[in-house]
């Protein structure tokens, strides 16, 4: 395994320049990711264009997307409008590879930063791979998916690798492995870390995402539920695997460390952080292999696009149904009753309900 680079996803707010500006003087960040469709109706600051420009002029910079939604069962404008966004994105600056989430996002007034789990299904695959087919056909570089934090059920943890593996196939796609969405699923649903990870083709391993998060009270006096929130170091469980998890995933390219840009606001979490920074280059320093450089060069597959996108009404309806019963605090009891065909929720676990529902309330307020 050649060494992989390692570099931070990019935050504008005050508070994590500050903290990362030692790193960026020392040269030790080797790659920047861009969440480019966090700024689509923002002006972007001189200082930030610059300093993006920089990387991608130098063949550092990759694109993480939030907000496409790859499972949407109806195609809308709003996703026309991103895939516009997106080439005049890549018209702008060049990008090594972009990535999305895996889940969808309903259109409708709740979507605002909620990822939701889909499970495997014929159908949702085939929708699946007609939005990945469409992001593909935007742009020329590779297009790869990150595994979901959440999950409903201890079913989704266990077959989300092999949906990835299936949804990748014809596009020649990589996966990012997020390390902390892992341990999110290992902590809630009770598995070990790697009994997961080992579920993962990870030979399309090319880039590995590192973050903290934090901890929900449990409603029904269980283990605290582990939520994907960006806010705090990386947990000492997650850099305890890394070096196996590295010498598995022989196409790994990038490792990038992820933190939410208002919350390193105090000396001591900005001392953590650069303390990770450091722990982290010196596991893929010890880690890293001879350097030799693999020779699996990415080719892009023609894949030939159907003129409509692919729909599905009943897909859609339950996604909207099942986004407005968590929207609205329904009982888990009523949403693991509804006859859903696509979702699976008698099998659904009720923290995990109502953890969606906070989730929503929280990008939700009003």
Same mark, same amino acid.
């Given at each position: 395994?050649?060494?992989?680079?390692?570099?931070?996803?990019?935050?504008?707010?005050?508070?994590?320049?500050?903290?990362?500006?030692?790193?960026?003087?020392?040269?030790?960040?080797?790659?920047?990711?861009?969440?480019?469709?966090?700024?689509?109706?923002?002006?972007?600051?001189?200082?930030?264009?610059?300093?993006?420009?920089?990387?991608?002029? /130098?063949?550092?910079?990759?694109?993480?997307?939030?907000?496409?939604?790859?499972?949407?069962?109806?195609?809308?404008?709003?996703?026309?409008?991103?895939? *516009?966004?997106?080439?005049?994105?890549?018209?702008?600056?060049?990008?090594?590879?972009?990535?999305?989430?895996?889940?969808?996002?309903?259109?409708?007034?709740?979507?605002?930063?909620?990822?939701?789990?889909?499970?495997?299904?014929?159908?949702?695959?085939?929708?699946?791979?007609?939005?990945?087919?469409?992001?593909?056909?935007?742009?020329?570089?590779?297009?790869?998916?990150?595994?979901?934090?959440?999950?409903?059920?201890?079913?989704?943890?266990?077959?989300?690798?092999?949906?990835?593996?299936?949804?990748?196939?014809?596009?020649?796609?990589?996966?990012?492995?997020?390390?902390?969405?892992?341990?999110?699923?290992?902590?809630?649903?009770?598995?070990?870390?790697?009994?997961?990870?080992?579920?993962?083709?990870?030979?399309?391993?090319?880039?590995?995402?590192?973050?903290?998060?934090?901890?929900?009270?449990?409603?029904?006096?269980?283990?605290?539920?582990?939520?994907?929130?960006?806010?705090?170091?990386?947990?000492?469980?997650?850099?305890?695997?890394?070096?196996?998890?590295?010498?598995?995933?022989?196409?790994?390219?990038?490792?990038?460390?992820?933190?939410?840009?208002?919350?390193?606001?105090?000396?001591?979490?900005?001392?953590?952080?650069?303390?990770?920074?450091?722990?982290?280059?010196?596991?893929?320093?010890?880690?890293?292999?001879?350097?030799?450089? *693999?020779? *699996?060069?990415?080719?892009?597959?023609?894949?030939?696009?159907?003129?409509?996108?692919?729909?599905?009404? &009943?897909?859609?309806?339950?996604?909207? &149904?099942?986004?407005?019963?968590?929207?609205?605090?329904?009982?888990?009891? &009523?949403?693991?009753?509804?006859?859903?065909?696509?979702?699976?929720?008698? /099998?659904?676990?009720?923290?995990?309900?109502?953890?969606?529902?906070?989730?929503?309330?929280?990008? *939700?307020?009003?």
């Amino acid at each position: 395994m050649k060494r992989p680079l390692l570099g931070l996803s990019m935050m504008a707010e005050a508070e994590f320049v500050s903290a990362v500006l030692p790193l960026l003087q020392s040269n030790s960040i080797e790659v920047l990711e861009w969440s480019f469709d966090t700024f689509y109706n923002a002006e972007e600051p001189d200082w930030l264009s610059n300093l993006l420009d920089f990387y991608a002029e /130098n063949n550092r910079l990759i694109g993480h997307g939030v907000y496409y939604s790859l499972f949407d069962a109806r195609w809308t404008e709003r996703q026309e409008i991103w895939l *516009n966004n997106l080439k005049e994105e890549f018209h702008k600056r060049n990008y090594n590879h972009i990535t999305e989430h895996f889940g969808f996002m309903n259109t409708e007034n709740f979507h605002q930063g909620v990822p939701l789990p889909v499970s495997l299904h014929s159908k949702t695959l085939e929708i699946g791979k007609d939005r990945l087919y469409r992001l593909q056909d935007a742009v020329q570089v590779p297009v790869g998916i990150e595994n979901l934090a959440f999950s409903f059920s201890l079913d989704d943890v266990m077959e989300q690798g092999v949906f990835l593996d299936k949804l990748t196939e014809d596009t020649n796609g990589f996966l990012i492995l997020d390390l902390h969405n892992i341990y999110c699923q290992s902590c809630n649903f009770g598995v070990e870390m790697q009994e997961i990870i080992k579920l993962y083709p990870l030979h399309k391993v090319k880039e590995i995402h590192l973050s903290g998060g934090s901890w929900q009270e449990s409603v029904y006096g269980k283990n605290p539920v582990r939520r994907d929130t960006h806010d705090d170091a990386i947990p000492e469980q997650i850099l305890s695997v890394l070096s196996s998890v590295l010498s598995q995933c022989e196409n790994l390219e990038y490792i990038i460390i992820e933190r939410l840009g208002n919350t390193i606001d105090t000396d001591e979490k900005k001392k953590s952080f650069l303390n990770d920074f450091e722990t982290v280059r010196r596991l893929i320093d010890l880690s890293a292999g001879s350097g030799i450089e *693999n020779n *699996n060069f990415w080719t892009k597959k023609d894949v030939l696009l159907s003129e409509n996108p692919l729909e599905d009404l &009943l897909l859609h309806e339950e996604q909207t &149904l099942l986004t407005k019963l968590l929207f609205d605090n329904a009982g888990p009891e &009523l949403v693991k009753d509804q006859k859903f065909h696509y979702f699976k929720t008698k /099998n659904w676990d009720s923290e995990m309900i109502l953890t969606a529902q906070n989730i929503i309330k929280k990008w *939700n307020p009003y």
